[in-house]
């Protein structure tokens, strides 16, 4: 198989002591190529990932990479300063190349990365449990907490304007207005849903420039299937995908955990009655997460947590919107409207939110 010679060949480029066996590729995951890779090391079968980095959407690898050691590292350190158990598989662990570089890039300008595979974990596309709910919240808050002290400068924005919802709208603005694949036809009744909404999109962002709630590191990509869990106790391990990770908003992390967590369906349900967020679910996340995060965690942040829900799955919603407009040039499509269901489970999503706003709060005020 070509790919299976592609990845031996690129084996032998990171520092692994061990004979390449066998790869396969992972299912799971929607913006890097991942394969986990078996070798025979020292005469017992260990596991790797290769992963390839999607360099069209991150247009700078070397700012990816920077950042994933810095956080990897700083983690680990972390951990094992504190003598978790364990320590493996509770941080990525990135394997350099035999020169000592981040990644390795090929005669065909792929970049490819190698981790440690975690094993005797596993990833879900969707939570079905309140008790997955809580740990994802408590992988995140986690995650969050253990990088509130990275030292250093800034970490890269790896993706520019990633968190700046005005940008989005404004952005769908003009895919509306020129609608070159005259698809806004059939998109009446969701940009009408987009338009009206426009009160909601500055929220965080003013709140932000106005002192009221500070930037912090967050992971930008808070999906149910970056959570690795224990297969025997499904407690979480650690969270993967990290080539989003930088300066941003807890609330960002956290509303994208309520889209992708409270509802029992995948992002492109087509029974839209399905398509709710469901209060238990939405209690034990954030029960995860605020205990995670308590030692930082601000009231003003606190109070933006129901809210942050409805922004984040509206923000993705006008963004599946918008790549439907614009031809499907961002999210991969495996049909046709693949985009326009998408959009349309965000905004039955928001729409669930909107009806239980209040108790969403309150319940976050009673921890
Ligand atoms: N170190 C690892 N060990 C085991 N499985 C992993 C590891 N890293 C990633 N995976 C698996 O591969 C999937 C895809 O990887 P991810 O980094 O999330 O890529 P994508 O950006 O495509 O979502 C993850 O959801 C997880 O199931
Ligand atoms: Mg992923």
Redesign the pocket.
């Known amino acids: 198989m070509y790919q299976e010679e592609k990845l031996k060949e690129l084996s032998s480029k990171f520092q692994i002591y061990g004979h390449f066996l066998h790869a396969e590729p ?1 299912k ?5 190529e ?1 394969y ?1 890779v078996t070798y025979n090391q020292g005469g017992t079968n260990v596991r790797y ?1 290769h ?1 390839k980095l999607n360099v069209s959407v991150f247009k700078d690898p070397d700012a990816v990479m920077e950042n994933i050691m810095r956080i990897t590292t700083h983690i680990r350190s972390k951990l094992e300063s504190q003598n978790v158990d364990d320590v493996t598989r509770k941080a ?1 662990i990135v394997v350099p190349t035999r020169n000592n570089e981040p990644y390795y890039k090929n005669h065909h300008q792929e970049c490819w990365r190698a ?4 094993e005797d ?3 879900f596309e969707a939570a079905l449990y309140p008790k997955q709910a809580y740990q994802a919240g408590k992988a995140f808050g986690t995650f969050q907490s253990l990088l509130s002290d990275l030292p250093g400068k800034r970490l890269n924005e790896t993706i520019p304007d990633f968190h700046n919802t005005r940008k989005r709208f404004t952005t769908l603005q003009s895919a509306i207005q020129e609608d070159r694949f005259n698809r806004a036809k059939s998109a009446e009744k969701e940009i009408e849903f987009a338009l009206k909404h426009e009160p909601i999109v500055d929220v965080l962002l003013k709140a932000h420039s106005n002192g009221k709630i500070p930037e912090r590191i967050t992971h930008n ?1 808070t999906k149910f ?2 959570v ?1 869990l224990d297969i025997k106790t499904g407690e979480q391990m650690c969270v ?2 990290l ?1 989003t990770v930088m300066p941003g908003l807890v609330l960002y992390d956290f509303g994208d955990m309520v889209r992708t967590t409270t509802s029992p369906t995948l992002e492109d349900e087509l029974d839209l009655s399905k398509v709710k967020m469901r209060m238990p679910m939405f209690q034990s996340l954030a029960r995860g997460y605020i205990e995670a995060t308590q030692s930082f965690l601000t009231k003003a942040e606190k109070s933006f947590l129901a809210f942050s829900g409805k922004l984040i799955t509206f923000t993705i919603g006008i963004r599946f919107l918008t790549d439907y407009l614009m031809g499907d040039i961002y999210f991969r499509v495996h049909r046709p409207n693949h985009n326009l269901d998408r959009c349309r489970t965000q905004f039955k999503l928001v729409e669930s939110i909107e009806e239980q706003e209040d108790k969403m709060q309150k319940f976050v005020d009673s921890i």
Do not use: K, R, S
């Open positions: 992972c799971i995951g929607h913006i890097n991942t986990t990932v992963q990525l981790f440690v595979f975690i974990a596993e990833t990509d299937n970056n690795m993967v995908d080539d």
